[in-house]
């Protein structure tokens, strides 16, 4: 492979950081549902062989999730919309779920991970376009044990996706006639609680596995994370400036269609 290669695939991973940032302190949906389907090519351009792309993409992208949830979430908290007293009560059971996610993708083939993620981008994709933003489906939060099972859930499929949460959080929140801001700030952290067991699990799942490229520490690909974070760092603070500022419609409707436009590609690699 040329330079040029190297530096054009440098180039979309670093414009990839970017928006991720911007979507996860604009939306909260975490910024891996934009890293992992570029992860994902990116190695299918470097000739990683395909049972593998999709767990490297998957971790890679929960280790770049860190520090962007970091700034992210300070960012959020600054302006109070991060409600510490759920986050108590739902972070012990969405890390059980980022465990058990972690173990069944780390035995799951690469396609059957290429498939959950483009089934999930798909529902989130339609949740985004079509759903009402007053529409709610209960008047409060779920209490037990129904809390503890949608908590297992959230982490369990962002692990397995490589999400940072805030996709399936945000909308069971304002599903529950939860303030959309405050859904957002607090998705925030929800990505952090995601990302650092589910990151860690990766490093030791794929642990000295022949067939990862280099600067790897298991599934986690460091230099990946290094092209992905600048980009992401700088741009988080400035999505939620914009979540503070700007209606959010349009926005969602475009990242529906990014998202629709990611599923069928993600289908398309399975035929």
């Known amino acids: ?28 949906v975490g910024g891996g549902i934009v ?11 470097f000739d990683v062989q395909f049972d593998l792309r999709m767990h490297i993409a998957i971790g890679t992208s929960l280790g770049s999730i860190v520090p962007t949830s970091i700034i992210s979430l300070r960012s959020h908290h600054r302006r109070g ?27 799951a083939k690469g396609a059957t991970l290429t498939l959950i993620f483009a089934v999930m981008a798909l ?16 008047k409060s939060l779920p209490v037990a044990p129904w809390r503890q099972a949608i908590c297992i859930a959230i982490g369990g499929f962002s692990a397995m996706m490589g999400i940072g949460g805030g996709s399936f959080t945000v909308p069971t929140l304002t599903l529950c006639s939860y303030p959309i801001r405050r859904a957002v700030g607090t998705a925030s952290a929800v990505g952090l609680i995601i990302a650092v067991p ?3 699990s990766f490093v030791v799942t794929g642990w000295g596995l022949a067939g990862l490229p280099e600067t790897s520490l298991g599934y986690v ?32 409707k ?5 998202l629709l436009a990611t599923s069928m590609r993600m289908f398309y690699s399975l035929a």
């Open 35 to 45: 890293v992992v389907p570029v992860l994902f090519h990116v190695l299918g351009a």
């Open 221 to 252: 690909n460091m230099l990946a994370v290094a092209m992905l974070v600048p980009g992401s760092l700088i741009c988080a603070p400035l999505g939620a400036r914009v979540a503070h500022t700007v209606p959010g419609g349009i926005l969602r």
């Open 123 to 138: 529902v989130i994709a339609s949740y985004l376009a079509f759903a009402r933003s007053d529409y709610h489906l209960a």
């Open 81 to 107: 919309a991060v409600d510490w007293g759920l986050l108590k009560q739902w972070a012990p059971w969405i890390a059980v779920g980022v465990v058990i996610g972690s173990v069944l993708a780390s035995i």
């Open 198 to 200: 589910g990151a860690i």
């Open 254 to 258: 475009f990242f529906a269609l990014f």
């Open 1 to 28: 492979m040329f330079d040029y290669d190297i530096l054009l695939l440098a180039g979309m991973l670093a414009l990839a950081g970017c928006f991720s940032g911007f979507l996860a302190g604009l939306l909260g």
